[in-house]
């Protein structure tokens, strides 16, 4: 990638996130982005259809980080704990971007994103498993579960313990 188009990037991203920490996606401009970017309206235009594409496309980088941090896809089925682990080290790597990006009204899309792309990773490689009623319903409850017992009981009774009790459910399931 030429060094201009990336260093161009780069000031777009971190206007958004600068922008992003401040206030709900729905309320920033282009206009404004381009303003603390120190870009033109065109530029952002060649990069991005609009501020939503802009947050979507940073939201896919953030879920393929987490992505990186699990050793191996087939674990969400086979091994959910050690899934389970994997993708709860990621998260936390990546809490501030998470809390950014997925403040406020993108709050579901993060367990949705991470659902899809964990399953078309997971189907690319075992296409015989995409109209798998169990496996999809395993992968959804793994994904869907976690997230919103994680959410709901963190701050309650922390990381450590909610994510140890996270993985005695999925003991219970392991066959």
Known sequence: ???????????????????????????????ELCEIAEISKATFYLHYKDIYDLSETLQQNVIKDILGYLSDPEDILSDPMKANNEIFTGSYANGTFINTLFGDSQFSKLP?????????????????????????????????????????????????KVISSLNDVHSLFTR
């Open 112 to 160: 949705e994103f991470f659902e899809r792309e964990i399953k078309n990773t997971l189907f690319r490689k075992h296409p015989e498993l995409r109209d798998d009623m169990d496996a999809n319903i395993r992968i959804t409850f793994q994904i869907m579960g976690n997230f919103y017992a994680y959410h709901e009981y963190v701050h309650k009774y922390g990381h450590d």
């Open 1 to 31: 990638m030429d060094l201009r188009i990336k260093k161009t990037k780069n000031n777009i991203h971190n206007a958004f996130l600068q922008l992003r920490a401040k206030k709900p996606l729905e309320r920033i401009s282009v206009k």
